[in-house]
């Protein structure tokens, strides 16, 4: 985005032609973020809604909560990394939300660790602080393995 100043000296150049609006813009942003989709091979993860696209979190940080996390060209290779680690580790499908807790900072609720494998786990852990038990995470950290292995 170009700031106030660089715009000015545009304006004041005569160069007005080369002023990108906000659409250019977007636009440009856009393909980053398509570009990213296509290194990932994982677009049915992502939705779109009024030029904004976002990644689904249902009940992934607090139990029966609808979320989501802005995807953007700001966060786009990090988005492509989360996904090149999960795939490594051969856990397909998970990139998108290993982005998601590491743009948070915060794990994912206790109960939520029954959905993902096992090989991933220390990639989810190293994304936040343990998280102890309450209304919206009802199993806590320390109960994850005894919760997991009694419900999968």
């Known amino acids: 985005m170009l700031t106030e100043q660089e715009i000015l000296d545009a304006v004041s150049g005569a160069d007005v032609a080369h002023i990108p609006c906000k659409f250019e813009v977007w636009l440009s942003d856009l393909h980053k973020i398509i570009d990213a989709l296509d290194d990932c091979e994982c677009s049915d993860e992502v939705f779109w809604s009024q030029r904004r696209c976002y ?3 249902n009940d992934v ?3 029966a909560v609808s979320d989501v ?3 953007a060209a700001s966060n786009a290779a990090d988005f492509v990394q989360a996904h090149q680690d999960c795939k490594e580790a051969k856990a397909y499908g998970f990139g998108s939300m290993l ?3 590491r743009v948070r900072k915060m794990r994912p609720q206790g109960a939520y660790y029954k959905h993902i494998p096992r090989e991933v786990w220390p990639l989810f852990d190293a994304c936040g602080p343990e998280r102890p038990a309450g209304p919206l995470n009802p199993v806590g950290t320390d109960k ?9």
Request: proline fraction near 5%.
């Open 55 to 57: 990644v689904p979190l």
């Open 61 to 63: 940080f607090h139990w």
């Open 69 to 71: 996390e802005d995807l």
């Open 99 to 101: 982005f998601a807790c």
């Open 144 to 152: 994850i393995e005894e919760y997991t292995s009694r419900n999968q």
